[in-house]
């Protein structure tokens, strides 16, 4: 016997609660926060060489690193 999917996807839920696109800015931040360290691990970089080398401050990498 062969299930059918029942009910909606996640992303039509979203959508219909109107909280699609904040899921997609949360997604998306987790997603660059999880580049960034890895990047930073790679190159056994610290939080301040790492701030310094994009050019913005440590404490704007300590927010943007927070999703992960």
């Known amino acids: 016997m062969e299930e059918q999917h ?4 996640l992303e039509d839920f979203l959508q219909e609660e109107g909280r699609l696109e904040v899921a997609r800015q949360m997604a ?3 997603v660059l926060a999880w580049q960034l360290q890895q990047a930073m691990d790679r190159q056994h970089l610290n939080k301040v060489d790492m701030a310094k080398r994009i050019h913005i401050s440590r ?3 300590d927010r943007l690193l927070d999703g992960v």
Do not use: A, C, D, E
Request: hydrophobic share 20%; aromatic share 0%.
């Open 6 to 9: 029942i009910g909606s996807s």
């Open 28 to 30: 998306t931040k987790r």
């Open 59 to 61: 404490s704007q990498l």
